[in-house]
């Protein structure tokens, strides 16, 4: 990650007192960045110098713990509290960056959850920041979300039952609220392990339709991310406990994860 930041760091030309071109950082928004993969991104983002990093987290205290503890320069980041479950926590989000007076330049969609009851927000979507993203004049914009191959069922990893299928997307038509219709987009019964592979694929495809209507207008780039599979993950622990004890050796011995 360090390396590839490092090479990718774009420049931005700003007039100084003495006319030379000079540098501003750029400004990230990394969700779930408490921890794991989030934590990992933004930390080697901050050690450049170059970036200022927005660490948008459910667990304020959790993630400025974390922060100190990686290390991370004060002076390059900040964390403000976001519960991507709570629309109106995502509104307070946006509204809190806003006054901040920081410009958008990148846009890191990493936060995920995995339960296996039907209890959860697996598929909310909101496009709030796109229209910051938009007027930021810093080049290379980018909005990255972090996805799966686990959704591709031209993969190995994707074949791997139950399967990613949206189906006649029924249950998306219906509201997903497992109330008067199904929570699972293709209007069967819930199965986490499915809901999660079918949010993956809902990932890829808002990518590569935010990248058809918006790349060509703003310069913005749209893009989905798979980071490989990660044994030491956050992500499914509300899981069962066998899941949990025996995932992370499968994923590092065999998956090489």
């Known amino acids: 990650i360090k390396a590839q930041t490092a090479a990718t760091t774009p420049a931005i030309n700003q007039s100084s007192s003495d006319g030379k071109k000079t540098l501003r950082k750029g400004n990230v928004i990394i969700t779930g960045a408490s921890s794991g993969l989030g934590l990992a991104t933004a930390k080697a983002l901050a050690e450049t110098g170059k970036w200022h990093v927005i660490m948008a987290c459910r667990n304020f205290l959790k993630a400025e713990k974390a922060a100190r503890s990686a290390g991370m320069p004060k002076e390059n980041?900040?964390?403000?509290?976001?519960?991507l479950a709570s629309l109106e926590s995502v509104r307070q989000f946006v509204d809190t960056f806003r006054r901040s007076g920081r410009p958008l330049d990148v846009l890191v969609c990493n936060a995920a959850v995995y339960q296996p009851t039907a209890k959860e927000p697996t598929f909310s979507?909101?496009?709030?920041?796109?229209?910051?993203?938009?007027?930021?004049?810093?080049?290379?914009?980018?909005c990255i979300i972090v996805g799966s191959i686990t959704g591709n069922t031209n993969t190995l990893a994707g074949n791997v039952p139950p399967k990613a299928n949206l189906g006649d997307l029924r249950g998306l038509a219906g509201g997903l609220n497992g109330v008067g219709s199904s929570s699972m987009i293709d209007g069967g019964e819930f199965d986490g392990a499915k809901a999660y592979k079918d949010s993956k694929v809902c990932n890829m495809l808002t990518m590569q339709e935010?990248?058809?209507?918006?790349?060509e207008e703003t310069g913005v780039s749209f893009a989905s991310l798979y980071p490989g599979?990660?044994?030491?993950?956050?992500?499914?622990?509300?899981?069962?406990p066998l899941f949990r004890l025996l995932f992370p050796p499968f994923q590092k011995y065999i998956t090489k994860g």
């Open 125 to 142: 979507a909101d496009g709030l920041l796109l229209d910051d993203l938009k007027q930021s004049d810093y080049p290379q914009r980018r």
């Open 210 to 215: 935010l990248h058809r209507r918006f790349h």
């Open 229 to 240: 599979c990660i044994a030491e993950t956050g992500l499914f622990r509300e899981h069962i």
């Open 77 to 83: 980041y900040t964390v403000m509290h976001l519960d």
